[in-house]
């Protein structure tokens, strides 16, 4: 019976000490929830627009965050796209 404990208490250390080291390895890279796989092929109106990321995987694009926390993927070497992101750095500056 005590080597029976034994076990499941071993078990048990090893499990925490299992999810406490990856848990620390996971957290201290960074990792994107969102990636722009489809690209929209409108023109959006830079009046919604928020915030932008950049990501070069697995396009080279640009996702728009909207007012409302949507996020759009377009294209990043059109040239309205260059323009609203000039736009929102302006209005980010400003603050």
């Avoid at 929830?33 to 995987?57: D, G, H, M």
């Avoid at 294209?75 to 929102?88: C, D, G, L």
């Amino acid at each position: 019976m005590k080597l029976h404990t034994a076990a499941i208490l071993l078990l048990f250390w090893l499990g925490i000490f299992t999810v406490h080291t990856v848990k620390g390895s996971v957290s201290s890279q960074s990792i994107r929830k969102y990636s722009c796989v489809t690209l929209s092929p409108r023109q959006l109106n830079v009046r919604n627009l928020v915030s932008y990321e950049k990501q070069q995987i697995p396009t080279d694009a640009i996702m728009f965050i909207t007012a409302k926390g949507i996020r759009i993927c377009v294209r990043a070497n059109q040239q309205w796209v260059q323009t609203a992101i000039k736009k929102i750095d302006e209005r980010r500056a400003a603050r």
